[in-house]
């Protein structure tokens, strides 16, 4: 027996473990200070009412034997694939319902799309980056390469058409940095994986989040993605699912003939038996007109103090992006400190936790990501506090 040693490249997973040390010998050595996470990457609020109903009826189903559900299609059930297909259609974008895929969160696809591709492939992705992405690469023995994201391109790298790739990774609006792409932008990614024969994995987990008509939601508004693109959607940051889970995947038919479609197929089939019926009754009710409604007020909720961020940041002049059509905030720290030693300052001096941005990627370094998913009041507070320390 020989084991994964591609393994054995992963980068320690220290980062989150690391800032839960520090914070917890914090706390215990000043009991009395009072701590504000702004760094969290969890939803606060609770699922929205009409997903509670569709759960709880969904429960009840599953104790009648008139009405029970046992094992369900591997793709999802039509009753929230055909919402899902609708969804699309009000942006312009007509796909099959065989088209869609019904999983248990957009982290799970974006590693298991990987089994119909080969370990040949060239993998290319920005940093920072989302750390599943490089990851999920590393454990097969991937050869990956980067565009870079800086200050000067607003953290969108745009294609080097020097460079061949085979897979690029794209989520917008960005986790971390929350840059976002504009149509034009989009293009030219499509474009190049086009010359390139490539396939795009588009992350669209924060779609709702983008408030701006001119900004696309999905990939598939730009031309020539469906002959390209995979995209993969959550419902974990849009509707509160990050401990329901539940997500979908659209593999379009014309990718290669159909065979990538026929292969996710093959392959679900095989080593997937289906996202529960319970919660998938509970993201169909996401769909509907008051679901829709009740989740565009938690997005707002979640945005309000994205933009507080963003409104402080921008008076005191400190250089960001995101918070406006994105739950995250990525800021430039202070000149001469390194991202951790920011990290310590502001814990210690203002009592406020945010992430450092060298944790996604070398390139992170000397920046530091803040969200907008926490308490409205203590986000106010929180971001007084951090200007002030800045001073």
């Given at each position: 027996?020989?084991?994964?040693?591609?393994?054995?490249?992963?980068?320690?997973?220290?980062?989150?473990?690391?800032?839960?040390?520090?914070?917890?010998?914090?706390?215990?050595?000043?009991?009395?200070?009072?701590?504000?996470?702004?760094?969290?990457?969890?939803?606060?609020?609770?699922?929205?009412?009409?997903?509670?109903?569709?759960?709880?009826?969904?429960?009840?189903?599953?104790?009648?034997?008139?009405?029970?559900?046992?094992?369900?299609?591997?793709?999802?059930?039509?009753?929230?694939?055909?919402?899902?297909?609708?969804?699309?259609?009000?942006?312009?974008?007509?796909?099959?319902?065989?088209?869609?895929?019904?999983?248990?969160?957009?982290?799970?696809?974006?590693?298991?799309?990987?089994?119909?591709?080969?370990?040949?492939?060239?993998?290319?992705?920005?940093?920072?980056?989302?750390?599943?992405?490089?990851?999920?690469?590393?454990?097969?023995?991937?050869?990956?390469?980067?565009?870079?994201?800086?200050?000067?391109?607003?953290?969108?790298?745009?294609?080097?058409?020097?460079?061949?790739?085979?897979?690029?990774?794209?989520?917008?609006?960005?986790?971390?940095?929350?840059?976002?792409?504009?149509?034009?932008?989009?293009?030219?990614?499509?474009?190049?994986?086009?010359?390139?024969?490539?396939?795009i994995l588009f992350d669209a987990a924060y779609e709702k989040y983008i408030s701006s008509d001119d900004l696309p939601r999905t990939i598939y508004e730009v031309e020539g993605a469906r002959d390209c693109a995979i995209e993969?959607?959550?419902?974990?940051?849009?509707?509160?699912?990050?401990?329901?889970r539940c997500g979908y995947t659209i593999v379009p038919k014309n990718l290669y003939g159909g065979d990538m479609n026929k292969m996710w197929v093959r392959r679900q089939t095989t080593k997937f038996n289906g996202t529960s019926?319970?919660?998938?009754?509970?993201?169909?009710?996401?769909?509907?007109?008051?679901?829709?409604?009740?989740?565009?007020?938690?997005?707002?909720?979640?945005?309000?103090?994205?933009?507080?961020?963003?409104?402080?940041?921008?008076?005191?002049?400190?250089?960001?992006?995101?918070?406006?059509?994105?739950?995250?905030?990525?800021?430039?720290?202070?000149?001469?400190?390194?991202?951790?030693?920011?990290?310590?300052?502001?814990?210690?001096?203002?009592?406020?936790?945010?992430?450092?941005?060298?944790?996604?990627?070398?390139?992170?370094?000397?920046?530091?990501?803040?969200?907008?998913?926490?308490?409205?009041?203590?986000?106010?507070?929180?971001?007084?506090?951090?200007?002030?320390?800045?001073?």
């Amino acid at each position: 027996m020989k084991i994964n040693k591609n393994y054995y490249n992963l980068a320690e997973s220290y980062l989150f473990s690391t800032i839960a040390k520090k914070v917890k010998a914090y706390s215990e050595a000043n009991p009395d200070v009072n701590i504000t996470k702004l760094g969290i990457g969890d939803v606060t609020l609770p699922l929205a009412p009409s997903v509670i109903d569709a759960l709880h009826k969904a429960v009840e189903d599953q104790a009648s034997a008139s009405t029970f559900y046992g094992y369900g299609p591997e793709q999802g059930y039509d009753f929230l694939r055909q919402p899902i297909q609708e969804y699309y259609k009000k942006r312009g974008v007509d796909l099959d319902i065989n088209e869609i895929f019904i999983s248990d969160g957009a982290k799970s696809d974006i590693a298991n799309i990987m089994d119909i591709m080969d370990n040949d492939n060239v993998v290319i992705m920005p940093d920072p980056v989302y750390p599943a992405y490089l990851d999920v690469n590393v454990m097969l023995g991937r050869k990956v390469l980067f565009t870079i994201g800086n200050k000067e391109n607003g953290f969108k790298p745009l294609p080097d058409k020097s460079v061949k790739a085979d897979i690029i990774y794209i989520c917008s609006p960005n986790n971390p940095t929350g840059a976002v792409y504009n149509k034009e932008e989009l293009k030219a990614w499509v474009d190049y994986a086009l010359e390139n024969k490539a396939i795009i994995l588009f992350d669209a987990a924060y779609e709702k989040y983008i408030s701006s008509d001119d900004l696309p939601r999905t990939i598939y508004e730009v031309e020539g993605a469906r002959d390209c693109a995979i995209e993969i959607c959550s419902l974990s940051k849009t509707a509160g699912f990050t401990g329901t889970r539940c997500g979908y995947t659209i593999v379009p038919k014309n990718l290669y003939g159909g065979d990538m479609n026929k292969m996710w197929v093959r392959r679900q089939t095989t080593k997937f038996n289906g996202t529960s019926y319970i919660v998938q009754r509970g993201a169909a009710a996401v769909f509907t007109e008051q679901g829709q409604k009740e989740i565009k007020e938690q997005v707002a909720y979640y945005m309000n103090n994205a933009h507080t961020i963003h409104d402080e940041l921008t008076k005191a002049g400190i250089w960001h992006v995101g918070g406006v059509n994105s739950p995250y905030i990525w800021l430039e720290v202070p000149a001469g400190m390194t991202s951790w030693e920011y990290f310590d300052a502001l814990l210690n001096e203002g009592h406020v936790v945010g992430t450092p941005g060298v944790g996604f990627g070398a390139h992170g370094e000397g920046f530091f990501r803040l969200t907008g998913f926490g308490n409205k009041e203590k986000t106010e507070e929180a971001i007084k506090r951090l200007v002030k320390v800045r001073r």
